[in-house]
């Protein structure tokens, strides 16, 4: 392991400035940083502990009707927070699904979606081609051990999946993270943080020097929402496909829906064309199966990994199902 220099931040300013030094990379919680340090997936020189910022944890009501998160609240406060639980409890059900109670005590809400794939040959110990790992060197996915890597958006160059559960049900309720530097504010839409095999194989995130993700932003309430994730164990394991669905009813007719997928991409993945036909359409109807058909048309399944297409569907159907009871 190399050597590193540590730094406390005091505020968001002096965070910012230290990140934009070169090989230079924040810790808050710790649970993800320390494990890629291990493996040796990273080896920056400075590391800058943020976890003393002020003013970036707790949750809050918005004027609009929405809701603030800080980037350091832990996650299981963010889950159990009364504001959340009833008003977005996708939310809410995706956090408590995610990683180990112990684990959710630490890691922080801002920090989960900066997890890296969970693919063996980017994990490897001993390493393997991945352009993730090291750009240009190519994809072993590709023709290995692809079971659980993606149905959607992939391309030669990677095959990987994002893990993380919390950003699945933010894609659904189009929130946004708020990301800071010595240049401003900016609000990024939750989908829209990780960066697609297409666009660049080797990024995970848009994340540059000197940005620092300080909060979390979400619209109105959606009460009527459910979350399902579908592991080998229930007890700690990431997602082999997960759904997250947010519904207006009017009855048992849909006015709208909100519905995203997780372990399917690289990001969080909006079943768009879902969405647009199961307007008006019954729970549980004929039309409403095949509208969740029709998000699965452009779904490209690798030689080891159809079945994810299967499950998917389902956990699609069966997400608007929990989310058409909890109404």
């Not at 994809?139 to 993606?150: F, L």
């Not at 579908?230 to 997250?244: D, G, K, L, M, N």
């Not at 307007?279 to 409403?288: L, M, T, Y």
Request: proline letters at 5%; one cysteine or more.
């Amino acid at each position: 392991m190399r050597n590193f220099s540590y730094a406390q931040a005091t505020s968001r300013a002096d965070a910012i400035a230290l990140l934009q030094q070169p090989e230079t990379m924040s810790i808050a919680g710790g649970t993800e940083l320390l494990n890629w340090k291990r493996i040796g997936i990273v080896e920056p020189a400075r590391v800058v502990d943020i976890t003393g910022i002020p003013d970036m944890e707790g949750v809050e009501a918005l004027p609009n009707g929405g809701v603030r998160i800080g980037a350091l609240t832990k996650l299981n406060d963010v889950a159990q927070h009364a504001l959340i639980r009833d008003a977005y409890p996708v939310f809410s059900q995706a956090i408590l699904k995610a990683a180990s109670a112990q684990i959710r005590n630490l890691a922080t809400i801002g920090g989960n979606p900066l997890q890296r794939v969970r693919c063996a040959y980017f994990r490897a110990e001993e390493p393997t081609p991945c352009n993730k790992r090291v750009a240009g060197s190519g994809c072993s996915a590709v023709a290995g051990i692809h079971d659980k890597h993606a149905i959607f958006g992939w391309t030669e160059d990677c095959v990987a999946v994002h893990p993380a559960d919390p950003p699945v049900a933010l894609a659904a309720l189009d929130a946004a993270y708020v990301i800071e530097n010595a240049k401003g504010v900016r609000r990024v839409p939750v989908q829209d943080i990780h960066v697609m095999p297409s666009e660049n194989p080797a990024w995970h995130n848009i994340l540059g020097n000197g940005d620092l993700i300080t909060a979390i932003e979400i619209g109105a309430a959606a009460t009527t929402s459910a979350y399902l994730k579908i592991r080998e164990r229930e007890s700690f394991e990431y997602a082999t496909v997960s759904a997250a669905v947010a519904l207006d009813l009017d009855g048992d007719v849909i006015r709208r829906a909100r519905i995203a997928l997780g372990s399917v991409a690289m990001r969080p993945w909006r079943l768009n064309a879902t969405e647009q036909q199961l307007v008006g359409q019954r729970i549980g109807s004929s039309e409403a199966v095949a509208a969740v058909d029709a998000g699965f048309v452009d779904a490209r399944p690798l030689s080891s990994n159809a079945y994810k297409i299967t499950i998917a569907r389902n956990a699609t159907l069966r997400a608007i199902e929990l989310a058409a009871r909890a109404a």
